[in-house]
């Protein structure tokens, strides 16, 4: 069975003939209706691509908490295989696939951390369960047994009982630069819709309209 964009989503479809100036006006128009027009329990799901330090590709979901003209916010544990390979190359593609909507988007840019002031608040407002099992967890190293996962937990939930945890100075997040947004929208026999905005020198965007 061909797929093609169910007609009740026109509403949010773009133009790609008459394109907005400012890609972030079609990304939010696509984010939105990703989350009011489908039933993705993720609807905000990006898979980041990174390299490694010693140059290989890797590439893990995680969820987009922030975005504004200057980017793309996730949170991690820096410590973390992607938070090392940021550390040696802090630039990042950041992928969202709307399955539902046969849309795609991707955002290339350079990466920061997000202010300590955005993390802080991001994790105070996670609950609190959470808060201790990514003080407990060394995310991306190897540990032997959920057991001993668990037991790591237990032995921090005793640690802190009744105390505020405190965000880890390694945990928080990174903001994906806007510097190339490309926009994929799914067509009736592969005939699909593409367009890539640049970011130019003076901060203006421009266009282009690729072949699928
Ligand atoms: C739907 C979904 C959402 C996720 N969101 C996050 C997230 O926001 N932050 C995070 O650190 N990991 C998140 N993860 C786990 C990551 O995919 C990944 O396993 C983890 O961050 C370790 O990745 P790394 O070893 O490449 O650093 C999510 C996984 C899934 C499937």
């Known amino acids: 069975m061909m797929k093609h964009p169910p007609m009740e989503h026109a509403a949010s479809a773009i133009d790609f003939e008459h394109p907005p100036a400012d890609p972030m006006t079609a990304f939010r128009r696509w984010f939105d209706a990703a989350h009011e027009a489908t039933t993705l329990p993720n609807p905000n799901a990006m898979s980041i691509a990174t390299v490694d330090p010693d140059g290989r590709p890797s590439v893990r979901v995680v969820l987009c ?29 950041a992928n969202f696939h709307w399955d539902p909507l046969d849309r795609q988007v991707r955002i290339e840019g350079s990466v920061t951390h997000a202010t300590e ?17 990514a003080c407990a967890s060394q995310q991306s190293r190897p540990v032997a047994t959920r057991a001993a ?22 945990w928080g997040g990174f903001r994906i630069a806007l510097e190339r947004i490309e ?8 005939l699909h819709d593409r367009m890539a905005y640049l970011r130019t020198g003076d901060g203006t965007w421009t ?6």
Do not use: M
């Open 149 to 170: 996962l668990e037991e790591a937990v237990r032995e921090f939930e005793a640690r802190f009982e009744g105390k505020p945890i405190p965000r880890p100075p390694h």
């Open 65 to 93: 908490r922030g975005i504004d003209d200057r980017g793309l916010v996730f949170y991690t544990n820096r410590q973390s295989r992607k938070g090392e390979a940021l550390r040696a190359h802090p630039r990042a593609c």
């Open 183 to 190: 926009f994929w929208q799914g067509h009736r026999h592969r």
């Open 117 to 133: 002031a955005e993390s802080d608040a991001y994790w105070e407002s996670r609950p609190r369960e959470n808060r201790v099992n």
């Open 207 to 212: 266009c282009t309209r690729l072949s699928p």
